[in-house]
């Protein structure tokens, strides 16, 4: 029996579907068989990250309506053996699914796969609704940014009040250089101020553009540092104790010199 | 706290901005929050004030660049002996 984990973060445009994508082609590279399911519907999204999009027939609408089976929906990644998706609908709205297809749907998911990650749509309303419907655990994505942390409280909130076990923590395009500078909020600062765990870091990185333009996400090749940390991130998934590498500690002359100071 | 020129590094301030809107917010959602805390805090006083009036009046005010929670317990008269004394 496979586990369910949304991907969520209250607020738009942090990295919810770059985060899942890679996760899903980092954790199928371990050779977990995982099943990414794209819960925005009506925006669409994670088929285009992952390069999917013209193999769409049915979608996660047309699966609790009826109109076809959970396995005819489901796209299998070509590239690597055990990635599939279940894409959302382009074309209607959220209210189109509500929590108990969705946690139906999860269900069925879990008897075939060992990982299926949800991608949530932004927000707080239905749709963020129906993606926690089915999960046993959510991870959220947060920026080291003022808005980005505020809305992650708001959403470790509600999914303690939704009974889904404390959730886990991904800062995700942090930016070591300003963190040194005192111009951006340390992953020290954020796990502070949000009292969750942190299952890892992601800085930002020109190659999740690029990939992102191919449809060949970061995580498939082996030469960009967002790939190496969502690889680490899907080996904590799995449950292997993976060290986190010291990515915004103060480094050099005037890191030293914070740190005596007691600034670090 | 300070750069070489007098400023707040934005780091900080991000941080202290957080903290201020985060306690509004927890407060804010959770109302069994402020109600809980509401009662202990008349519970302690108790033993050592009557309480009068509308008893223990708690808010969360910002202050400056902090948030302060801030109490107002009207006093009817002081027990003659606190807690410990009464052991
Ligand atoms: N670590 C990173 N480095 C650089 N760019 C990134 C990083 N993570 C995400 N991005 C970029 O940020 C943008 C938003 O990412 P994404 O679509 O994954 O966010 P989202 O949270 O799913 O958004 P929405 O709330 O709209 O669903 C994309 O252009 C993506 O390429
Ligand atoms: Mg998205």
Same mark, same amino acid.
């Given at each position: 029996m496979g586990e369910v984990i949304v991907i969520t973060s209250g607020k738009g445009g942090v990295g919810k579907t770059t985060t899942t994508a890679n996760l899903g082609v980092a954790l199928a590279q371990l050779g977990l068989k995982t099943c990414l399911v794209d819960?925005?519907? &009506?925006?669409?999204?994670?088929?285009?990250?992952?390069?999917?999009?013209?193999?769409?027939?049915?979608? =996660?609408?047309?699966?609790?309506? &009826?109109?076809?089976?959970?396995?005819?929906?489901?796209?299998?990644?070509?590239?690597?053996?055990? =990635?599939? =998706?279940?894409?959302?609908?382009?074309?209607?709205?959220?209210?189109?699914?509500?929590?108990?297809?969705?946690?139906?749907?999860?269900?069925?998911?879990?008897?075939?796969?060992?990982?299926?990650?949800?991608?949530?749509?932004?927000?707080?309303?239905?749709?963020?609704?129906?993606?926690?419907?089915?999960?046993?655990?959510?991870?959220?994505?947060?920026?080291?940014?003022?808005?980005?942390?505020?809305?992650?409280?708001?959403?470790? &909130?509600?999914?303690?009040?939704?009974?889904?076990p404390p959730a886990r923590l991904i800062v995700n395009r942090l930016r070591p250089g300003m963190v040194r500078k005192g111009d951006m909020m340390s992953v020290d600062d954020i796990v502070d101020i949000l009292a969750i765990d942190l299952i890892g870091v992601v800085p930002e990185d020109e190659q999740i553009v690029v990939t992102t333009n191919r449809g060949e996400p970061a995580a498939l090749s082996h030469d960009s540092r967002a790939g190496e940390s969502y690889r680490a991130i899907a080996r904590r998934i799995r449950g292997d104790e993976v060290p986190f590498a010291e990515m915004d500690e103060p480094a050099g002359f005037f890191g030293r010199l914070r740190r005596i100071f007691g600034q670090a | 706290m300070l750069?070489?020129?007098? /400023?707040?590094?934005? /780091?900080?301030?991000?941080?202290? /901005?957080?903290r201020n809107v985060l306690a509004h917010d927890r407060a804010d959602t959770s109302p069994e929050f402020m109600e809980h805390l509401r009662n202990d805090v008349m519970r302690i006083v108790s033993e050592y004030v009557e309480v009068g009036g509308q008893g223990v009046d708690l808010q969360l005010q910002s202050v400056e660049d902090h948030v302060a929670l801030v109490a107002n317990i009207p006093v009817k008269q002081l027990r003659r002996r606190g807690r410990q004394g009464n052991n």
């Amino acid at each position: 029996m496979g586990e369910v984990i949304v991907i969520t973060s209250g607020k738009g445009g942090v990295g919810k579907t770059t985060t899942t994508a890679n996760l899903g082609v980092a954790l199928a590279q371990l050779g977990l068989k995982t099943c990414l399911v794209d819960a925005d519907i &009506g925006l669409r999204n994670l088929d285009v990250v992952l390069g999917l999009e013209n193999r769409i027939v049915y979608d =996660l609408v047309d699966v609790v309506e &009826g109109f076809c089976r959970l396995r005819q929906a489901l796209i299998r990644d070509k590239r690597l053996d055990g =990635l599939s =998706l279940l894409p959302a609908a382009q074309t209607k709205d959220k209210t189109a699914v509500t929590p108990e297809q969705m946690r139906a749907v999860t269900e069925e998911l879990r008897q075939e796969f060992d990982y299926v990650l949800v991608d949530s749509p932004a927000g707080i309303e239905q749709g963020f609704k129906n993606a926690i419907a089915g999960a046993d655990r959510a991870l959220i994505v947060a920026t080291p940014e003022v808005a980005s942390v505020r809305d992650a409280d708001r959403i470790i &909130g509600l999914l303690e009040a939704a009974e889904i076990p404390p959730a886990r923590l991904i800062v995700n395009r942090l930016r070591p250089g300003m963190v040194r500078k005192g111009d951006m909020m340390s992953v020290d600062d954020i796990v502070d101020i949000l009292a969750i765990d942190l299952i890892g870091v992601v800085p930002e990185d020109e190659q999740i553009v690029v990939t992102t333009n191919r449809g060949e996400p970061a995580a498939l090749s082996h030469d960009s540092r967002a790939g190496e940390s969502y690889r680490a991130i899907a080996r904590r998934i799995r449950g292997d104790e993976v060290p986190f590498a010291e990515m915004d500690e103060p480094a050099g002359f005037f890191g030293r010199l914070r740190r005596i100071f007691g600034q670090a | 706290m300070l750069n070489l020129f007098g /400023r707040n590094q934005s /780091r900080d301030v991000a941080k202290n /901005r957080l903290r201020n809107v985060l306690a509004h917010d927890r407060a804010d959602t959770s109302p069994e929050f402020m109600e809980h805390l509401r009662n202990d805090v008349m519970r302690i006083v108790s033993e050592y004030v009557e309480v009068g009036g509308q008893g223990v009046d708690l808010q969360l005010q910002s202050v400056e660049d902090h948030v302060a929670l801030v109490a107002n317990i009207p006093v009817k008269q002081l027990r003659r002996r606190g807690r410990q004394g009464n052991n």
